[in-house]
């Protein structure tokens, strides 16, 4: 729940609201200690007690988002923070237009300003506008130098003279009855956003699961952005911001941005459709033949349908035309992989896990119907070694001669587990 208007002026100016704020970030707040925890607010703070474990808990929520040190006096509500893009993701943004040579930006949908910060940093002048009320005060407050205005997305407002911002914009992806999933039933509706700035570049963002079919009609690119693993959104590019190595480049451009975070910094790993990739004759020559290790690409990789790109750059194959594994003799760095140490029919995985010795068993599936769950308490393990079995349904031609006879269809890969190496 957001706060109201009074309850945020009363936490940003009463002389009382460092104290309580100090309070409850002492306190666990967790679904444990709730009741006793909102006692103790109630006692000492009053009505104003629910405001205040709202704040503390939203930080904490934004501090996995922000640096600690933004997110230590960022003003956000829960619903907010959850919401909220990654700074790292804003800033990979925000720097992709500084690149470009844009000098102005608008988020028209910019809640409590993350974009705002990451578009300062790079340079760029910008404003922002959001329909809630109580978001835009929290933004003007995080954002102090920028002009954030309460408007609707589909309300253009004038500013410098001549500008033309580069127009940003996160429609609504869920309502009560769910995820939405077609451009035409978020709020605005894409075509609307589209519409409405006629002169505009724009940048759109959506789930990461868009259909680029969608897409096609009036963006150039779409970005698919993940973190730490994560799929977090897909961001649809107008042609003027394409990136200029695709602007040659036919039909609608995709690159996978693979951003990893740690204490030293955030690092950013590009990969797009106009990189050089397998060819058909490239994968057929050595599919069902895996190397020494089998791994699976980060999931934005997978998403904009740069598998094959991916391995051309590596020096890794394909497991199966069909599947998102990849396969080769070396791992890449960052990367988990499987070291493969046989290869079985699926009937034949009990015995030769037994044989093993293996009771500890992580299981993957890829284009078979089976079900992990069923599958480990059907083989019933009791050894005390541990092992990882990635299972894949290989297509008739790709099947190949190994271990225990295989010869097509679902095939068990029985693998050692590798941690990745984060050189």
Known sequence: MSFSFEELQWLQSSPDAGTAIAQAGELELSQRSVVADTAALRKAWGEHARAVAELVEARRIA?????????AGWWTDKDAAQQSTPLAVARFRAWHLAALGVE????????????LVAFKEAGLACSGSDIDLVRVAMARTNCPAVEVRVADALEPWGGTPGEKPVI????????????????????????????TYPGHELMVKLAPGVDFVELED?????????????AKEACALTAGLVSPEARDSEGLARRAVVISTSSQGDSVDALASWEPELSEDDVAARAGQPG?????PDAAIIRAGLVRHFAAREGLWLVDPNLAYVTG?????????????????VKQLRKALQQRGVGKLEILVRGADINPDQLRAKLKLKGKG?????????????????????????????????APDKR
């Not at 102005?104 to 974009?115: P, W, Y």
């Not at 003799?329 to 029919?345: C, K, N, S």
């Open 386 to 418: 541990e092992a990882t079995v990635v299972i894949a349904r290989l297509g008739e031609r790709n099947s190949t001669q190994r271990g225990g006879g295989v010869s097509s269809g679902v095939v068990a890969y029985i693998c050692r587990a590798v």
């Open 329 to 345: 003799d070396h791992i890449p760095a960052g990367m988990r992989a499987f070291e493969v140490l046989d290869a079985v029919p």
């Open 168 to 195: 940003l914009a996160d429609p609504a992806r869920r309502n009560s009855s769910g995820r939405i999933h077609r451009l035409e039933d978020m709020q605005p509706p894409v075509s609307s956003l589209v519409a």
């Open 104 to 115: 102005a930006a608008r988020d028209v949908t910019c809640s409590v300003g993350t974009e």
């Open 218 to 230: 009036w963006a150039g690119q779409v970005d698919v952005i993940s973190v730490d693993g994560q």
């Open 292 to 296: 020494r290790y089998i791994m699976e």
């Open 63 to 71: 501090a996995a988002k922000l640096p600690a040190e933004l997110a």
